[in-house]
């Protein structure tokens, strides 16, 4: 079975901290992404990687970055932690050309 | 971002009784998948379609790629409490070069009473 893990379930954060997630896959898949979900706003894509080293912005990468430093593990990084960044974020990863995704638990942060 | 409409945003129904949700879009799809998320959890893939006009059914589960390519139908059969959850579409839209990104839809809220 394809595994994806996410570092923290919960996380609570201040207004301005630097806050990383960390996501990662056992299955050797070469694509990786992040996305948030917002009641009402269903899942966006924030950003995705298709290699080591390798990343692309998707609808809302305003205020995060990435590092894909290895290729089981995919970083999203907020520089400056704001309240309206509080929300689920959700890990995925892929395999190839294939298009089945396969997400991790989520992370639950709160920026007060 | 686009998003797939998803109807409808929320069922309430007796347990034993089925289910049908479905997506539409304006654009045309090559892949149509469908994700259940429990609460607190991340989406889980239920089916994957491939091809206009696919059946393809996972236990209680039967789902089907719309022969326009515009949607896809979701069913659930006998439905018991355990199915609770947020359904979600998702679609892969090819613009031209390889792309693995998924367009999803708004989520079917599904409440099963006992």
């Known amino acids: 079975d394809v595994k994806v893990t996410q570092s923290s379930r919960y996380l609570v954060k201040r207004t301005g901290e630097k806050v990383f997630l960390e996501c990662v896959q056992d299955m050797d898949h070469e694509n990786m992404f992040w996305y948030r979900q917002d009641p009402g706003l269903g899942l966006r894509l924030i950003y995705f990687s298709y290699d080591v080293k390798m990343k692309e912005k998707g609808d809302i990468p305003e205020g995060y970055s990435v590092s894909r430093e290895k290729k089981e593990r995919f970083s999203l990084i907020l520089e400056s932690a704001s309240t309206n960044q509080t929300s689920m974020y959700l890990c995925?990863?892929?395999?190839?050309?294939?298009?089945?995704?396969?997400f991790g638990p989520g992370t639950r942060l709160t920026v007060t | 971002g686009q998003q797939l409409n998803q109807s409808p945003q929320s069922m309430f129904i007796q347990e034993g009784e089925d289910v049908s949700m479905n997506c539409t879009s304006s654009s045309i799809f090559n892949t149509w998948l469908w994700y259940k998320q429990d609460p607190g959890e991340g989406p889980v893939l239920l089916i994957a379609l491939y091809k206009a006009g696919e059946l393809t059914s996972n236990g209680r589960l039967t789902a089907q790629f719309g022969i326009t390519r515009k949607d896809s139908f979701l069913n659930i059969s006998a439905s018991i409490p355990s199915d609770v959850g947020i359904y979600f579409c998702?679609?892969?839209?090819?613009?031209?070069?390889?792309?693995?990104?998924?367009?999803f839809g708004t989520g079917t809220l599904l409440a099963v009473q006992p």
């Open positions: 995925a990863s892929s395999v190839g050309t294939n298009y089945e995704q396969y």
């Open positions: 998702a679609g892969q839209l090819r613009r031209g070069g390889a792309t693995n990104k998924l367009i």
